[in-house]
């Protein structure tokens, strides 16, 4: 099975603009979360979707959303970027049905904001 | 709320040594406990996990860890440290009822010396 694909993998940005990442989960799962990890804050759970609806919310700002589509691809949307969204974004998909969910990773998207 | 706490940002081994990462956590109910690895610019990999069926759990690569409930501590060993096990270990918990959010340690980066 192909493991779990993010697009793209490198992005810069300037502050202000928005930014769009995809995830798409292995054949079969219907789980996506996403997580922010920065040096100082560590790794940081923001959201996940379950067939379509957001299931779990971390405390991000309304700035954070996310979306999946029906063939459980997953979107990240982050709008008016500030220098400290800076980061490396990971998704991990998981079957999403069975606890506890055994999340697979993807390589991460390396967003840099200047 | 639950959390988890990794003692030690940084160990350093020696090859063929034994490798001790520490991590306890917070929970007010039985948790799901797990053990992820990161290599430079990659996503993460699971190593195993705890979900209540037994304390000492085998992972890959010769990894195991034992839960510990009267000292609320999931520790990850390996009797015999390789050069290819330098990388950065999470440990993280998650709760039944909240499927794919899944709740880090800071992180400790395990450097082997040989």
């Known amino acids: 099975k192909a493991g779990v694909t993010q697009t793209p993998r490198y992005l810069i940005k300037t502050r202000g603009q928005q930014v769009t990442l995809s995830c798409s989960p292995i054949s079969g799962h219907r789980s996506v979360s996403w997580y922010q990890q920065t040096p100082g804050q560590g790794l940081q759970f923001l959201f996940e979707y379950f067939s379509e609806t957001q299931r779990n919310k971390g405390n991000f700002p309304g700035r954070f959303s996310g979306r999946q589509f029906s063939n459980s691809r997953s979107e990240m949307n982050v709008s008016t970027l500030e220098l400290g969204d800076s980061a490396l974004y990971l998704c991990?998909?998981?079957?999403?049905?069975?606890?506890?969910?055994?999340?697979?990773f993807g390589p991460g998207t390396r967003l840099t904001v200047t | 709320a639950q959390s988890v706490t990794q003692l030690g940002s940084h160990v350093s081994v020696s090859e063929g040594a034994l490798v001790l990462l520490r991590c306890n956590y917070s929970?007010?109910?039985?948790?799901?406990l797990f053990w992820y690895v990161q290599y430079p610019n990659q996503g993460l990999q699971l190593l195993l996990k705890y979900t209540s069926a037994a304390t000492l759990v085998k992972g890959i690569n010769g990894f195991e860890a034992e839960f510990k409930k009267s000292e609320t501590s999931f520790h990850l060993t390996k009797p015999s440290a390789h050069m290819s096990d330098a990388a950065e270990y999470f440990c993280a918990v998650t709760l039944y009822n909240q499927g794919g959010k899944l709740i880090f340690g800071q992180g400790t980066e395990l450097s082997v010396k040989p």
């Open positions: 991990a998909s998981s079957p999403g049905t069975v606890n506890p969910y055994e999340q697979y």
């Open positions: 929970s007010s109910v039985p948790p799901y």
